[in-house]
């Protein structure tokens, strides 16, 4: 069952209704009935607020950091650091809800490690292996973002597969 077929379910029956839904892992199966309901405020912003706050403040970090010292190496990693956590966590609200941006989700995730790599690399300076090149900046991107591309690709053809990618980000 796709996300687009449960929400047209569920919409077709009156509120409070149960559904039942259906688990299958190692081959056990097991089925839980769940009434449906509409969420006030009060249930979402528990889960959603925290996101919003810490994904906002590592953007704005990051923003900061970079606008006032853009010479600085460690500057640029903590852009990126922030550009790619802070968007994780604001796309994440997206993924909680109705899944329109989810690809970027799933690419912006992949390069977080990067970014903390890129970071620990930088800062308080750049480590003397990395100060022969800019082009190792890009190489040391590279493998996450193809990680982020086969978890898109996966994700349409081969869930299972998707998740393991995503479990190996």
């Known amino acids: 069952t796709t996300a687009g077929q ?3 379910r569920v919409q077709r029956v009156p509120q409070g209704s149960p559904i039942e839904y259906v688990f299958r892992h190692d081959g056990h199966e097991e089925a839980i009935k769940v009434p449906t309901t509409v969420l006030t405020g009060r249930d979402v912003l528990p889960v959603y607020l925290p996101y919003f706050l ?7 970090m990051g923003l900061v950091v970079f ?3 853009p010479g600085l190496p460690a500057a640029h990693a ?8 802070g968007g994780t966590m604001l796309l994440a609200l997206d993924l909680f809800s109705e899944g329109w941006l989810q690809r970027l989700y799933f690419l912006c995730e ?4 990067a970014a903390l790599l890129h970071f620990g690399l930088s800062f308080p300076e750049v480590r003397l292996l990395w ?4 082009t190792q900046w890009l190489v040391l991107y590279a493998p996450f973002v193809a990680l982020g591309l086969l978890q898109n690709f996966l994700l349409t053809i081969d ?3 998707h ?3 995503n479990d190996l980000v």
Do not use: K, Q
């Not at 994904?55 to 704005?60: E, M, Q, R, T, V």
């Not at 903590?78 to 790619?84: D, N, P, V, W």
């Open 78 to 85: 903590a852009l990126a650091l922030g550009l790619t956590l």
């Open 131 to 134: 100060r022969r090149r800019a």
């Open 110 to 113: 992949s390069l977080v490690p």
């Open 67 to 69: 606008y006032f010292r």
């Open 6 to 8: 449960l929400r047209e």
């Open 159 to 161: 869930p299972v597969r």
């Open 163 to 165: 998740l393991r990618v």
């Open 54 to 60: 810490d994904g906002a403040a590592f953007l704005l």
